[in-house]
């Protein structure tokens, strides 16, 4: 039966009712839900609506509900009640019988809904920094071992300067960084409990809803009833921050897709994580990599989903809120999914060292290092950046490195280039010079490990 059958005649239309009826999205809720009625069953006897007794009764058939769909949760969905607060109610009354009915005293589905939420994403926060300090943590150890895998940077996916992909791992680990800080401020700002708020106006009994956001492990009680039941703030902050997260994994997902090509052939991917064609014999495709990439677009389709979905609801409840958990739950699924992917894909990595030397040798990505070699000689930098051009457009035509160029052909582009430039042209020296705080020198990149792994301690 509805939760709100008196003020009809007619049953609902088939059709209609499983267009309105949200269990198979809000089913997961059931666990927040049995702990916010537990909470509510307290509030109720402060206000003398139940006696210890009733609420000691109604405590236990709630965590014997509980206990059974930790057994078996597919249950939940073999019923036909309208929500998941329908449900709860149902397994009550087939308990408890009249004394069940009393436990909506006071209390709406718009604040029990709200604080459901809050409680499912308040644990769901906690699951995902896990998940994004697992890919740090791997990061990190990814960095350690390829230290010395010296490979090209590349601006407009063109070799620009030479990296190592020690610097490359411990870049996305920053952005994994700032993700998880975004988190952490995102729980702070939605750990107020909305429960006790009623339909909109807040409930008619004088419960301490101070005491019921404390027992529910919320910082404080929300201010404003009419707010608390319309706020979805942090569903939207909540897809944001996956939004944004999902941009890195994306990239990184891309770069790693560039550097298996068969043209870069940096990396070998396991065979754990990349799968074949029916048709051709010889593929290995990097599968995990592009559904990374690819599921970022959900992501970002959910945030604009849910942002259009919320832009001109009028306070306070509206059905459509109902759309917001799926978006939420589907979207913060799939960044916990790609969070654990992108840690497997980097568990058995291997790096092809020669092939990446080879590359970062190729595409003139010492010519800054000339620059500056003339700078130190006294010439002004736009001066040297225009003669180490024409050195480069020389080196192309006669199909040289620039470190293979001889001193007599240097010299013909400047006179102050002697046999000192060779050592300055090496990898090793390009990388040792960028040597201030973030850069790619050996010794920055040795630092950086060590404060990313106190981070994670
Ligand atoms: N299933 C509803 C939702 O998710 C619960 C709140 C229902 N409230 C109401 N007034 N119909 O939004």
Request: a neutral charge.
């Amino acid at each position: 039966m509805a939760l709100w059958g008196g003020r009809f005649t007619q049953t609902a239309d088939k059709r209609f009712k499983q267009f309105n009826d949200s269990l198979v999205i809000d089913y997961r809720l059931a666990k927040q839900d049995i702990i916010g009625s537990i909470a509510w069953t307290k509030a109720l006897v402060t206000v003398k609506i139940l006696t210890s007794d009733e609420q000691r009764s109604l405590q236990q058939a709630l965590e014997q509900v509980l206990k059974s769909i930790e057994t078996n949760p597919a249950q939940i969905l073999q019923s036909d009640a309208e929500d998941i607060h329908s449900w709860v109610e149902q397994k009550l009354v087939e308990q408890l019988g009249d004394l069940a009915k009393k436990l909506h005293t006071g209390r709406s589905r718009n604040d029990q809904i709200a604080t459901d939420i809050k409680l499912w994403c308040k644990a769901e926060i906690i699951t995902l920094l896990k998940a994004i300090k697992a890919l740090q943590a791997q990061l990190v150890l990814t960095a350690e071992r390829h230290q010395t895998a010296v490979m090209p940077g590349y601006t407009h996916l063109q070799r620009a300067q030479p990296i190592t992909f020690a610097h490359w791992c411990l870049a996305y680990f920053e952005m994994l960084q700032r993700d998880s800080t975004r988190l952490d401020d995102a729980y702070q700002r939605l750990d107020v409990c909305p429960l006790g708020c009623g339909a909109l106006a807040g409930t008619a009994y004088p419960i301490d809803r101070e005491l019921l956001a404390d027992w529910l492990g919320f910082a404080s009680a929300t201010n404003n009833s009419l707010d608390s039941v319309s706020d979805r703030d942090h569903i939207m902050e909540l897809l944001s921050c996956a939004a944004m997260s999902m941009n890195h994994l994306s990239r990184f997902a891309e770069d790693l897709i560039m550097f298996n090509s068969g043209e870069a052939n940096f990396i070998y991917l396991s065979d754990k994580v990349t799968s074949g064609s029916s048709l051709m014999p010889q593929k290995k495709n990097p599968d995990v990599l592009e559904l990374i990439r690819g599921k970022s677009g959900k992501v970002f389709g959910a945030l604009s989903g849910a942002m259009l979905t919320f832009k001109s609801l009028p306070l306070a409840y509206n059905k459509d809120m109902q759309e917001d958990k799926d978006y939420l739950f589907s979207a913060l699924d799939s960044w916990q999914q790609c969070l654990e992917m992108a840690k497997l894909v980097l568990e058995d990595i291997e790096i092809n060292y020669s092939r990446c030397r080879e590359a970062a040798l190729q595409g003139y990505s010492n010519a800054t290092e000339l620059a500056d070699y003339l700078v130190a000689k006294g010439v002004p930098f736009r001066e040297a950046h225009h003669i180490v051009g024409k050195i480069v457009v020389y080196a192309i035509g006669k199909q040289k490195a620039l470190e293979t160029l001889t001193l007599d052909e240097f010299k013909q582009f400047s006179v102050k280039i002697d046999a000192d430039v060779y050592p300055i042209l090496s990898l090793a020296s390009c990388l040792a010079k960028r040597n201030a705080k973030g850069g790619v020198a050996p010794e920055q990149v040795s630092y950086a490990i060590e404060q990313a792994k106190q981070k994670l301690r």
